[in-house]
């Protein structure tokens, strides 16, 4: 069983940016992309326990903060070691200005 | 006094894991996001700049050299050479390492590899090897790039100014990779998916260093190692000079790059060489952040760092006597001070790893009582 969860609004991220959002004990990374499209992944690295909301956001890339390990934040593949392991990704649908993940 | 195991696979090492020291959360300093993405923000020009011309000085250098060969009028310019490549490219190895020196990733590609083997430094391995000293950063038994420990080997460093040591071990380990080995410690930090690529990587260096010195008998001259390999050797000095100076004679075992690792004011040739590492605890506190932007960020942070050497000299008089003090007594360090604009150190998450530190009133640690020197 999933649901839509409300992460956050619009306008919250910006362009070619990302946030921070916890849920239930979980913790995502909410993506804007330079197209205004959105997208959200695990919160952490899958290298280690460096979240990804302080990386940075290039060209549809993720970039770890700590080890400058790449992810492609749209499918979650890992793009540049040290990090092997691809990123859980979870579907975003944006309504009414507010931006909606499926867990 | 602590006897201390720098091996990974050593107590220390298990210690570090039981301790909370390995893959901990480290102290930042507060930027604004605004800020830091401005600083993150990548670009390809400054690097191509220095790029062109570190290659194109090598290429000059080199023809006068050769043009010049084998007269004694040629040492100067085999030692700029050989700085170049024996030093130079190590910051360039460290920083398209990183993936932060060009915004294109191929360029850094490209010029890590390069680097990588004018280093002998096996860019597969090397680069998990980073990653660990970046997330364990002079953690003892976890870290595996700690140049000064304690007690120093200043013995093992002198000849370090030589590539001796490092160069030697490079050479040997290209050798046991390309039989298709890993060094046990290897192997602790490089996932069994990558251990191919060491392999590979290992057998076309070592076919290019043979046929180097297969070219250099049959010329009857050293002619080609002076351009291939012996830089490594005869340029090693200046990486070692900077090098040296991030994290000597600074405590262990903590979690805050302000305690273990120092930013030196430096001339501009010698930051062109270095590629700014001498900002090495803004690096560390923000890898991200690329080497041509480091000065800006050092100026964003430092209300809450540490004072910064003000040159290669003044760092040198403030590490060697610490270094000859922990020859006899290991357990010294030097604690820096803080500004009184920065955030203290945080006493309950240093207090065990600083040993019997005592603190001052804004919280920062001593280092501990050390018999009279």
């Given at each position: 069983?999933?649901?839509?969860?409300?992460?956050?609004?619009?306008?919250?991220?910006?362009?070619?940016?990302?946030?921070?959002?916890?849920?239930?004990?979980?913790?995502?990374?909410?993506?804007?992309?330079?197209?205004?499209?959105?997208?959200?992944?695990?919160?952490?690295?899958?290298?280690?326990?460096v979240?990804?909301?302080?990386?940075?956001?290039?060209?549809h890339?993720i970039?770890?903060?700590?080890?400058?390990g790449?992810?492609?934040?749209?499918?979650?593949?890992?793009?540049?070691?040290?990090?092997?392991?691809?990123?859980?990704?979870?579907?975003?649908?944006?309504?009414?200005?507010?931006?909606?993940?499926?867990? | 006094?602590?006897?201390?195991?720098?091996?990974?696979?050593?107590?220390d090492?298990?210690?570090?894991?039981?301790?909370g020291?390995?893959?901990?959360?480290?102290?930042?300093?507060?930027?604004?996001?605004?800020?830091?993405?401005?600083?993150?923000?990548?670009?390809?020009?400054?690097?191509?700049?220095d790029?062109?011309?570190?290659?194109?000085?090598?290429?000059?250098?080199?023809?006068?050299?050769?043009?010049?060969w084998?007269?004694?009028?040629?040492a100067p310019?085999?030692?700029?050479?050989?700085?170049?490549?024996?030093?130079?490219?190590?910051?360039?190895?460290?920083?398209?390492?990183?993936?932060?020196?060009?915004?294109?990733?191929?360029?850094n590609?490209?010029?890590?590899?390069?680097?990588?083997?004018?280093?002998?430094?096996?860019?597969?391995?090397?680069?998990?090897?980073?990653?660990?000293?970046?997330?364990?950063?002079?953690?003892?038994?976890?870290?595996?790039?700690?140049?000064?420990?304690?007690?120093?080997?200043?013995f093992?460093?002198?000849?370090?100014?030589?590539?001796?040591?490092?160069?030697?071990?490079?050479?040997?380990?290209?050798?046991v990779?390309?039989?298709?080995r890993l060094?046990?410690?290897?192997?602790?930090?490089?996932?069994?998916?990558?251990?191919?690529?060491?392999?590979?990587?290992?057998?076309?260096?070592?076919?290019?260093?043979?046929?180097?010195?297969?070219?250099?008998?049959a010329?009857?001259?050293?002619?080609?190692?002076?351009?291939?390999?012996?830089?490594?050797?005869?340029?090693?000095?200046?990486?070692?000079?900077?090098g040296?100076?991030?994290?000597?004679?600074?405590a262990?075992?903590?979690?805050d790059?302000?305690?273990?690792?120092?930013?030196?004011y430096m001339?501009?040739?010698?930051?062109?060489?270095?590629?700014?590492?001498?900002?090495?605890?803004?690096?560390?506190?923000f890898?991200?952040?690329?080497?041509?932007?480091?000065?800006?960020l050092?100026?964003?942070?430092?209300?809450d760092?540490?004072?910064?050497?003000?040159s290669?000299?003044?760092?040198?008089?403030?590490?060697?006597?610490?270094?000859?003090?922990?020859?006899?007594?290991?357990?010294?360090?030097?604690t820096?001070?803080l500004?009184?604009?920065?955030?203290?150190?945080?006493?309950?998450?240093?207090?065990?790893?600083?040993?019997e530190?005592?603190?001052?009133?804004?919280?920062?640690?001593?280092a501990?009582?050390v018999?009279?020197?």
């Amino acid at each position: 069983m999933t649901d839509w969860i409300d992460a956050c609004a619009a306008d919250d991220i910006d362009e070619e940016d990302v946030i921070r959002f916890d849920h239930d004990g979980r913790t995502f990374a909410v993506y804007r992309s330079m197209e205004n499209d959105y997208f959200c992944t695990d919160g952490f690295c899958t290298h280690e326990q460096v979240h990804l909301a302080d990386g940075l956001v290039m060209d549809h890339v993720i970039e770890c903060p700590k080890h400058n390990g790449q992810f492609d934040y749209r499918t979650g593949a890992a793009k540049r070691s040290p990090v092997c392991e691809n990123l859980g990704t979870y579907r975003v649908k944006v309504e009414g200005g507010r931006v909606f993940i499926e867990l | 006094m602590t006897q201390r195991d720098y091996s990974l696979l050593g107590p220390d090492a298990k210690r570090a894991v039981k301790a909370g020291l390995a893959a901990a959360d480290w102290y930042h300093t507060d930027i604004p996001r605004k800020d830091m993405k401005a600083l993150m923000k990548r670009e390809d020009r400054t690097a191509i700049r220095d790029t062109v011309i570190l290659f194109g000085a090598m290429a000059v250098f080199a023809a006068i050299g050769i043009w010049l060969w084998p007269s004694w009028w040629s040492a100067p310019f085999w030692l700029a050479y050989g700085v170049l490549y024996g030093s130079a490219m190590d910051s360039r190895w460290h920083e398209c390492g990183h993936g932060t020196a060009f915004r294109t990733g191929k360029y850094n590609d490209w010029v890590y590899q390069i680097a990588s083997f004018c280093m002998v430094r096996n860019p597969v391995t090397w680069r998990w090897s980073h990653a660990r000293h970046h997330t364990d950063t002079i953690i003892v038994g976890r870290d595996p790039e700690i140049v000064a420990m304690r007690p120093p080997a200043l013995f093992r460093i002198v000849l370090n100014f030589f590539g001796i040591v490092d160069g030697l071990t490079g050479w040997q380990r290209m050798l046991v990779n390309a039989s298709g080995r890993l060094d046990p410690e290897e192997a602790t930090y490089v996932p069994e998916s990558e251990q191919p690529r060491v392999i590979r990587i290992a057998r076309i260096w070592t076919a290019i260093y043979a046929a180097t010195i297969a070219l250099a008998l049959a010329m009857q001259s050293i002619l080609p190692l002076m351009l291939i390999g012996l830089p490594r050797l005869y340029g090693a000095w200046h990486h070692v000079l900077t090098g040296v100076l991030q994290h000597a004679g600074l405590a262990e075992n903590v979690i805050d790059h302000r305690l273990n690792s120092r930013t030196v004011y430096m001339n501009r040739i010698s930051r062109f060489i270095y590629w700014n590492m001498n900002f090495h605890v803004e690096h560390h506190m923000f890898p991200m952040v690329p080497y041509h932007r480091l000065p800006q960020l050092h100026e964003r942070i430092k209300h809450d760092l540490p004072a910064p050497n003000r040159s290669i000299w003044q760092a040198y008089r403030e590490v060697l006597p610490i270094l000859r003090r922990q020859l006899g007594y290991h357990d010294d360090f030097l604690t820096r001070a803080l500004p009184r604009t920065a955030q203290p150190y945080r006493v309950d998450l240093h207090q065990s790893a600083l040993g019997e530190a005592e603190t001052t009133s804004d919280g920062t640690p001593k280092a501990p009582a050390v018999p009279a020197h």
